[in-house]
Nanobody, 124 residues
Framework: QVQLEESGGGLVQAGGSLRLSCVAS????????KGWFRQAPGKEREFVAG????????YYADSVKGRFTISRDYAKNTVSLQMNSLKPEDTAVYYC?????????????????WGQGTQVTVSS
């Protein structure tokens, strides 16, 4: 079993920045793909960004491209999401997800492991 724990959410003004982190634990062999999703009230969970653990390849949703950066830290077994130029429409609960697939998927149903989520609120 893989456990994922997010941290770093909070309240920020539009134009500000936040950094989310996700620590994975529980298995000697960690999932190859880790991603961030978000879910706003009344909306479906949507893909934000993903990274492959082995190659560091990344993929972003168009809505965050150029503003968000996903990265990995081998030593800390952590995936981070640096969010800059935040907008009110970025307000959502952000979830870390992981999967053993070889490539990054953008559908939530493709991910087997999920964190509890962390709230990000961007005020206008």
């Amino acid at each position: 079993q893989v456990q994922l724990e997010e941290s770093g959410g909070g309240l920020v003004q539009a134009g500000g920045s936040l950094r989310l982190s996700c620590v994975a634990s529980g298995r000697a062999l960690m999932p190859n793909v880790k991603g961030w999703f978000r879910q706003a009230p009344g909306k479906e969970r949507e893909f934000v960004a993903g990274i492959t653990w082995s190659s560091g390849r990344t993929y972003y949703a168009d809505s965050v491209k150029g503003r968000f950066t996903i990265s990995r830290d081998y030593a800390k077994n952590t995936v981070s999401l640096q969010m800059n130029s935040l907008k009110p429409e970025d307000t959502a609960v952000y979830y870390c997800a992981a999967d053993f697939a070889p490539t990054i998927a953008t559908m939530a149903g493709n991910y087997d492991y999920w964190g509890q989520g962390t709230q990000v609120t961007v005020s206008s």
